[in-house]
């Protein structure tokens, strides 16, 4: 596994193998080295770049790794699709390559997912002391009418060619993906994408941690805007009644990166905890 300087010396990239393949990692790393190390997880079409409200003011005080990861930001598309276990590995790698073995995570949306699946996974080294969690992703949401309208609807379209023999089958509905109707059918964000990234989306946003969330241990703060269009306020009570240490804090006005709207509020509960947490 190679490690260089990149462009500054608080940026890196990181050479993590995945199997039999390896993925570069960029890694932003500033603050001092000793002590407890906050660990910047960003959400979905986001970077770590989106992170540096937080990451910013702690890295005066603690360390601060930020990570893009891969097809995001500074770090190319994975070379094949990634679901939530290979980035909870990516994570760990990156820990063990930067020689991190006291930290904490502060995830934002898909981030918080990776978050919670890593901290509930148990038998492992590597386990965090605290979350700090902005709008985590990961917990299901109660459905509307109009979700299950394009869930039928896309059983339909597949219906003729579930018929087919097999080879005449996988063509036709690799066609039909490729569709504009399919494409109609889908998110904004999975419209969006293609190949690998759409595949790597499709894993990671049908990953559920909800029957994950009693094995996490530590310390959970979760972080919530009041005008999150993203992720609800049902979705944020089930997480905290669920987790055995978790709190969950009510952001008025602020919306699905209440991280960028009410930026203090965040970091002074983690420096906080933080300060609580330090060797």
């Given at each position: 596994?190679?490690?260089?300087?990149?462009?500054?010396?608080?940026?890196k990239?990181?050479?993590i193998?995945?199997?039999?393949?390896?993925?570069?990692?960029?890694?932003?790393?500033?603050g001092?080295r000793?002590?407890?190390?906050?660990?910047?997880?960003?959400?979905?079409?986001?970077?770590?770049?989106?992170?540096?409200?937080?990451?910013?003011?702690?890295?005066?005080?603690?360390?601060?790794?930020?990570?893009?990861f891969?097809?995001?930001?500074?770090?190319?598309?994975?070379?094949?699709?990634?679901?939530?276990?290979?980035?909870?590995?990516?994570v760990?790698?990156?820990?063990?390559?930067?020689?991190?073995?006291?930290?904490?995570l502060?995830?934002?949306?898909?981030?918080?997912?990776?978050?919670?699946?890593?901290?509930?996974?148990?038998?492992?080294?590597?386990?965090?002391?605290?979350?700090?969690?902005?709008?985590?992703?990961g917990?299901?949401?109660?459905?509307?009418?109009?979700?299950?309208?394009?869930?039928?609807?896309?059983?339909?379209?597949?219906?003729?060619?579930?018929?087919?023999?097999?080879?005449?089958?996988?063509f036709?509905l690799?066609?039909?993906?490729?569709?504009?109707?399919?494409?109609?059918?889908?998110?904004?964000?999975?419209?969006?994408?293609?190949?690998?990234?759409?595949?790597?989306?499709?894993?990671t946003?049908?990953?559920?941690?909800?029957?994950?969330?009693?094995?996490?241990?530590?310390?959970?703060?979760?972080y919530?805007?009041?005008?999150?269009?993203?992720i609800?306020?049902?979705?944020?009570?089930?997480?905290?009644?669920?987790?055995?240490?978790?709190?969950?804090?009510?952001?008025?006005g602020?919306?699905?990166?209440?991280?960028?709207?009410?930026?203090?509020?965040?970091?002074?509960?983690?420096?906080?905890?933080a300060?609580?947490?330090?060797?």
């Amino acid at each position: 596994m190679g490690l260089r300087n990149s462009d500054s010396e608080s940026e890196k990239d990181l050479e993590i193998v995945l199997g039999e393949q390896s993925t570069r990692i960029r890694v932003v790393d500033s603050g001092p080295r000793e002590g407890l190390a906050l660990v910047f997880l960003h959400g979905w079409g986001s970077s770590s770049h989106l992170m540096r409200s937080l990451s910013g003011p702690l890295s005066a005080e603690f360390r601060s790794i930020s990570i893009d990861f891969p097809g995001h930001g500074k770090s190319p598309n994975p070379p094949r699709a990634l679901g939530v276990p290979e980035h909870v590995s990516l994570v760990r790698e990156v820990l063990n390559q930067c020689e991190v073995t006291h930290f904490a995570l502060i995830g934002h949306s898909n981030g918080g997912r990776v978050s919670l699946q890593l901290a509930s996974e148990s038998g492992q080294d590597l386990r965090p002391a605290f979350l700090a969690l902005v709008s985590p992703s990961g917990i299901r949401r109660k459905r509307s009418w109009k979700y299950y309208g394009k869930v039928w609807a896309a059983r339909i379209l597949k219906a003729p060619f579930n018929v087919l023999p097999p080879r005449a089958k996988e063509f036709g509905l690799d066609w039909l993906r490729h569709s504009l109707v399919w494409r109609l059918l889908g998110s904004s964000d999975y419209r969006a994408l293609s190949g690998v990234m759409r595949e790597t989306f499709v894993h990671t946003v049908n990953h559920y941690v909800t029957d994950r969330l009693s094995h996490v241990s530590c310390p959970v703060l979760v972080y919530w805007g009041s005008n999150d269009d993203a992720i609800n306020r049902q979705q944020m009570d089930e997480l905290t009644k669920a987790l055995p240490d978790g709190g969950l804090f009510v952001l008025e006005g602020a919306g699905h990166f209440s991280h960028l709207n009410q930026p203090d509020v965040i970091i002074n509960g983690v420096r906080t905890l933080a300060k609580t947490m330090s060797p």
